[in-house]
């Protein structure tokens, strides 16, 4: 349902010095489009999800970013039982413009079956840096998002 854990190591964040160019991973949502896009972390196994990222870059070198971030969703078994793993969605390429601190992105990635699987499940979205949307040729900068665990399940109908 939420985001557990996540990072976003810069150019600059291996020096110490902060204010010039730090990263910061903000939100990581499981999102219901069935159920008005509600955050949840039970899903029905017939349905889509959709999962929202969202990052930032803050200090005195925002303006100056640019390039492309190429982020992908991938999924990790917990139980033993679901076959979703491995990639799932992306890699999407996203168009940096520099401008003023905080610069703030969001994607949403789109998750429909059959990848849908029955499981209980561990998602991780990874942010990486392209100087040139290039997939293959990445900077340093590179973060990771990673959900609380994440049950698909057949449900069956609840009656009052």
Known sequence: MSLQSGSLQT?????GVTGILD??????????????????????VDDPFDV???????????P?????????????DM???????GLIAGPDA???VGGVTPLTFQHTFRVSPPKVQEGLYKLV???????????????EMFGFAESTPVN???????TN
Do not use: C
């Not at 499981?30 to 039970?42: A, Y």
């Not at 929202?52 to 925002?62: D, M, R, V």
């Not at 100056?64 to 990790?76: E, K, N, R």
């Open 152 to 158: 698909i399940r057949r449900t069956v109908v609840e």
């Open 125 to 139: 979205a990874t942010i990486s840096h392209s100087p040139t949307g290039d997939k293959a040729k990445l900077s």
């Open 52 to 62: 929202q990222l969202s990052w930032q870059l803050t200090g005195n070198s925002t």
């Open 11 to 15: 150019t600059v964040t291996d020096t």
């Open 23 to 44: 990263g910061q991973v903000t939100g990581m949502d499981v999102l219901d489009p069935t159920e008005n896009n509600e955050k949840t972390s039970l899903l029905e």
């Open 64 to 76: 100056a970013v640019g390039g492309f971030w190429i982020v992908s969703l991938y999924s990790d």
């Open 94 to 96: 996203i168009q940096i």
């Open 79 to 85: 139980d033993g039982v679901g076959a979703m793993t």
